[in-house]
């Protein structure tokens, strides 16, 4: 038991509020230090309002649920409908046959680059990358190109 007897006093964990203490904890909400305390204890706080058993789903007892797996849906929503996959683009050729057996053979021309497309001449020498540049993971600089300084392969 504490000796400091009851009363509001500046409440240890904010110096800026002040508390109730009853003698054996702290009781209610705090309230600014330079207000005026009500006479006796803070009024009690209401209980929060129960659920309402009505809303939440009923478990028949002795029903193992498990919770659902990362990644999946929520029981009950059912697999989203089957959607056919899209062919090859026209003149792409058949697609070839079952593995280790013989390619079909193409019905078409295989197409080529979009028209305006050309092979990138290389890089003028002495050309740096802007500062700052990461090539991709696993990705190596071309022979004879070496990182600027300061970057790793």
């Known amino acids: 038991m504490s000796s400091v007897p009851a009363g509001w006093y500046k409440d240890p964990a904010d110096t800026s509020t002040q508390r109730y203490w009853d003698g054996e904890g702290w009781l209610g909400k705090a309230i600014p230090a330079d207000a005026v305390p009500p006479d006796g204890p803070p009024a009690a706080e209401p209980e929060p309002p129960a659920p309402d058993p009505s809303s939440q789903p009923t478990i028949p007892t002795g029903t193992a649920v498990a919770?659902?797996?990362?990644?999946?849906?929520?029981?009950?929503?059912?697999?989203?409908?089957?959607?056919?996959?899209?062919?090859?683009?026209?003149?792409?050729?058949?697609?070839?046959?079952?593995?280790?057996?013989?390619?079909?053979?193409?019905?078409?021309?295989?197409?080529?680059?979009?028209?305006?497309?050309?092979?990138?001449?290389?890089?003028?020498?002495?050309?740096?990358?802007?500062?700052?540049?990461?090539?991709?993971?696993?990705?190596?600089?071309?022979p004879g190109m070496q990182p600027p300084p300061g970057m790793q392969p």
């Open 67 to 142: 919770p659902p797996a990362w990644g999946q849906p929520p029981p009950g929503w059912g697999a989203p409908p089957a959607q056919p996959l899209p062919g090859p683009p026209p003149g792409w050729g058949a697609p070839p046959s079952s593995p280790g057996g013989p390619a079909a053979p193409a019905s078409g021309p295989v197409p080529g680059p979009p028209p305006g497309w050309a092979p990138q001449p290389p890089p003028p020498p002495g050309w740096q990358p802007p500062p700052g540049w990461q090539p991709p993971p696993g990705m190596q600089p071309p």
